[in-house]
């Protein structure tokens, strides 16, 4: 089946650049999503890449898609305090409506 | 301009009530959804509604019962609670197809959680 994973905690400096992976196993995935979720809150959507892209860029965000790898990174660049959150990454694909989501990261971002 | 509204956002209960969680959205899409977060971030869906037609039941309990009374609407009724039910749930909405374009962009609710006692 479907299977999406992330690695569990990432901790940045205020001002460094953060990268968050995601690794899924669906290669009929069509579209892979970047969600984040701020303590006590619900689930922003932050970007989304389609599957025939390599990379899009949105201000401090860069999605990197490896389709081959079933790799997929964010990367924020500039972190800063309000950037600590859980990141969830998610996929979707022609077949179903229905979005797989990653087990989350939970990125700490420290002065 | 809340987007996808549901309510309440806390809910607290005994084991064996039944309750209701409500979500609307405001986007004009057709298609809606439920998801649970278990307490470890866990995020899976549950069941999503496209024109108030069931499409996706992913083995949820029969106590799980979402009711879709219009486009705009997906409220979700749970019936005999259990311990294992406490959660947070989400609502979420999307339009399936839009132009010939296919996105799937779901935009999620704030959340309800849920507390079974």
């Known amino acids: 089946g479907e299977d999406v994973e992330q690695s569990l905690f990432l901790s940045v400096r205020e001002g460094d650049s953060s990268v968050i992976n995601c690794t899924y196993t669906d290669s009929s995935s069509t579209y892979l999503y970047w969600y984040k979720q701020e303590p006590g809150a619900g689930l922003q959507l932050l970007t989304y890449?389609?599957?025939?892209?390599d990379m899009k860029q949105d201000q401090r965000l860069t999605v990197l898609l490896n389709k081959k790898d079933k790799h997929l990174s964010l990367r924020i660049a500039d972190t800063q305090t309000g950037d600590s959150a859980i990141y969830f990454c998610?996929?979707?694909?022609?077949?179903?409506?229905?979005?797989?989501f990653g087990t989350g990261t939970r990125l700490q971002v420290f002065p | 301009d809340t987007a996808v509204s549901q309510t309440p956002k806390y809910l607290v209960t005994q084991m064996g009530n039944d309750k209701s969680i409500k979500c609307e959205q405001n986007l004009g899409h057709d298609t809606m959804y439920w998801y649970k977060q278990d307490s470890k971030k866990f995020l899976k869906i549950m069941f999503s509604?496209?024109?108030?037609?069931?499409?996706i039941n992913e083995t949820v309990p029969n106590r799980f019962s979402p009711k879709s009374p219009d486009k705009a609407h997906l409220n979700l009724h749970i019936n005999s609670l259990e311990l294992g039910d406490s959660a947070v749930y989400f609502c979420a909405s999307s339009q399936v197809a839009s132009g010939g374009e296919y996105t799937d962009t779901q935009y999620f609710g704030p959340g309800t959680r849920l507390t079974v006692l």
């Open positions: 998610a996929e979707s694909s022609y077949n179903t409506d229905k979005l797989i």
């Open positions: 890449i389609f599957s025939n892209m």
């Open positions: 509604y496209n024109n108030k037609e069931l499409i």
